[in-house]
């Protein structure tokens, strides 16, 4: 915007602000009715909804598929989009980093004067596009479900260690066969075939980001399932 | 001169008349003594405080013409961290913020506190509609080119209150420390270590130490209930401050009708 529509902005603008009704008590009346509002859906999800409370927190047993908060379900889902693992980062940092740059500098990059969204194309579309590109996302996320099953066959003798991944929340992040999400952790399927057995302890015990170090499973378990992925050819 | 501070809008049948000369018996009633010492009582802040002055350019500000409920989604955010912010302090009362008692301390409040479950739900629920309202607040200031000049700097505000709103929500999220609120917890602080040049030193600084250990738990307790809670507040007065001070804008739509003089200034 340059001078001359600034001024002409600000001109407009005062002659629609005298024009107006003071703020209270009519927005104020507004903003009252809609906390009123506010408040009756709190209470009403509250009563209905109540608030869980799961099994104590236990770094031993995993039995939980990591799962955040419904509205952070978009920034998970864009690290399972973004599949290869050295774009991982890319995913995590990469993209939610230059959103987070691009709308603090929105007033700055965008000065166009014209305000109503009809006439502003690009922005109106750019908008509706990151609305639905979030809530695809988070339906995404939200109906990825929490898997703890492993179908793949197993031989007899490394059932335990299957229970021990399917119960251990690797599905949320990795594909067993048929079962599991295909990100943002690579498909574990042939993971013996690629990784020696020392290498994939070494990984449970001493992950890259964003996988959880699973050094605190109990030993016997920690065999069983590392006996498992090695087998997995 | 002097700026002239807007006055209330009081309608015309509710003013009282100017008492006439002989009119009334000349003596006051208890209503009147009663009036008479409220009115005393804020002149004798106001001498030392003058507050009437900024709550009148507050309240009486003129907010213009065409403003719609959208308008209002800013307000029911404010009004949705509030009703965080009461609740939480009910919560904080009966919780423990260490490894050992987290768990307990939330089942007692859980299952045992007077109206416990209930407080919680509307904590847990709360945050979920101020989510949901700083994202429609936000949405409908960008459909409206709310954030072009003058009030860029109000936009900057906003995004870093966003920021703040998800920062709670995912401090808040462990204290419960149940299998859910750990794993996810974790998670999320590996995902952040991955960041760009802090990324690392973020995480550590979550966790209080490269491992997740007794200390992360008080450390995201410490900054669910008083580091962030206390930046939003702080920053939401300078977010209110700029409201007033710019005004709210008009829908973009309506057109000011300016006189033929100023019509034809065109360039
Ligand atoms: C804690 C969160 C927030 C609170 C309590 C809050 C509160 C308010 C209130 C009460 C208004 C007055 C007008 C209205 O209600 O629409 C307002 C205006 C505004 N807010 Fe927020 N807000 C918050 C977050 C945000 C965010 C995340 C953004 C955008 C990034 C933002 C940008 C703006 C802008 C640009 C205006 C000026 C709008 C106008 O003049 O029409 N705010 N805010």
Not at chain 1, 57 to 74: G, I, K, Q
Not at chain 2, 85 to 105: D, I, N, R
Not at chain 2, 204 to 220: C, H, I, K, W
């Amino acid at each position: 915007m340059n001078r001359r529509e600034k001024e002409e902005y600000l001109r407009k603008y005062s002659i629609l602000k005298n024009k107006g009704k003071p703020f209270f008590p009519y927005a104020v009346g507004k903003d009252a009715a809609m906390a009123c509002v506010v408040m009756i859906a709190i209470i009403l999800m509250s009563l209905t909804f109540g608030a869980e409370l799961g099994p104590k927190a236990d770094p031993t047993t995993t039995t939980y598929v990591p799962r955040p908060e419904w509205y952070f379900f978009f920034l998970f889902e864009l690290l399972r989009v973004i599949k290869p693992a050295n774009f991982t980062p890319l995913a995590t940092i990469g993209i939610p980093t230059i959103c987070l740059i691009l709308l603090f500098l929105l007033p700055f990059y965008d000065r166009n004067p014209e305000r109503r969204p009809l006439r502003r194309p690009i922005a109106t579309t750019a908008g509706i596009l990151t609305i639905a590109a979030i809530a695809y996302l988070t339906y995404l996320g939200a109906s990825a479900g929490s898997p703890t099953q492993i179908e793949l066959k197993t031989p007899a003798r490394y059932e335990a260690g299957a229970l021990v991944a399917a119960q251990s929340g690797c599905l949320a992040c990795h594909k067993f066969g048929e079962n599991g999400n295909s990100g943002p952790g690579p498909n574990l399927s042939h993971i013996g075939a690629r990784l020696p057995k020392q290498a994939i302890a070494r990984t449970l015990i001493n992950p890259t980001s964003p996988m959880p170090s699973y050094k605190d499973l109990p030993p016997e378990k920690f065999n069983e399932l590392v006996n498992f992925l090695a087998q997995l050819k | 001169m002097s700026p002239r501070l807007p006055a209330p809008p009081i309608p015309d049948q509710l003013k009282s008349a100017p008492q006439r000369a002989g009119e009334g018996d000349g003596k006051k009633s208890a209503l009147d003594h009663g009036v008479e010492a409220g009115v005393s009582a804020v002149d004798w802040i106001d001498e030392r405080t003058s507050l009437s002055g900024g709550l009148r350019w507050m309240m009486f500000r003129k907010v213009p013409k065409g403003t719609n409920w959208f308008y209002t989604l800013g307000s029911a955010t404010m009004f949705a961290f509030l009703s965080q912010a009461v609740t939480g302090v009910f919560l904080a009362m009966y919780y423990t913020p260490s490894a050992t008692q987290a768990y307990e301390s939330t089942r007692y409040i859980t299952n045992e506190a007077f109206l416990g479950e209930f407080v919680r739900g509307m904590h847990k629920w709360g945050s979920t509609v101020m989510v949901i309202l700083i994202f429609v607040h936000m949405a409908r200031t960008f459909f409206f080119g709310a954030y072009k000049y003058p009030r860029e700097l109000n936009w900057v505000i906003g995004v870093v209150l966003l920021v703040l709103t998800m920062t709670m929500s995912f401090t808040g999220y462990l204290l419960p420390f149940d299998q859910r609120s750990y794993w996810a917890t974790i998670v999320g602080v590996n995902i952040n270590g991955t960041g760009p040049i802090v990324g690392p030193y973020l995480s550590d600084f979550l966790r209080a130490g490269p491992e997740f250990g007794a200390t992360t738990l008080s450390r995201f307790y410490a900054i669910h209930m008083l580091l962030v809670p206390g930046a939003i507040a702080a920053l939401m007065g300078a977010h209110l401050y700029l409201v007033a001070r710019l005004g709210t804008t008009a829908p973009p739509w309506i057109k000011a009708e300016t006189s033929d003089e100023l019509a034809t200034d065109e360039v």
